[in-house]
């Protein structure tokens, strides 16, 4: 007989998506506590939606997305954003990142400057070989 798979586990996706609005949330200086007053839940719900432990269900998505004051396809990333790297993410890395899509002087000579650092680091690992 085959096996059930298990429709309630939570997958990668949902790790996805729970990384996607913490980052929103913090990108607009909103704690959990707040996030989940507004949406009625309790902040430890909000925490497991964010670690994706609990699985964010559709209509729940489109809940969190209007507090947000964003678009689902942000918050599951369909607007082309990009996988989250599960174990590097936090949220100042966020943060940079999207203050250096800005253009400006400032950011340009900052993009420059990391770019430099990588191309370094990277010489210095192939060195090391």
Known sequence: MPRRINSRATSTLDAQIGLRMRA???DQGISQNALAKRLGLTFQQVQKYERGVNRLSLSRA????RTLKTSVNQLIGADGGGE???TTFDAQT???AQS???SSPVANRLRS???SICDTMETDRKKKR
Not at 62 to 65: D, H, T, Y
């Open 113 to 115: 400057l990391i770019d």
């Open 84 to 86: 989250i790297a599960v």
């Open 100 to 102: 250096l899509k800005r």
């Open 24 to 26: 929103i949330r913090v």
């Open 62 to 65: 489109v809940e969190v997305a």
């Open 94 to 96: 966020y943060k940079l």
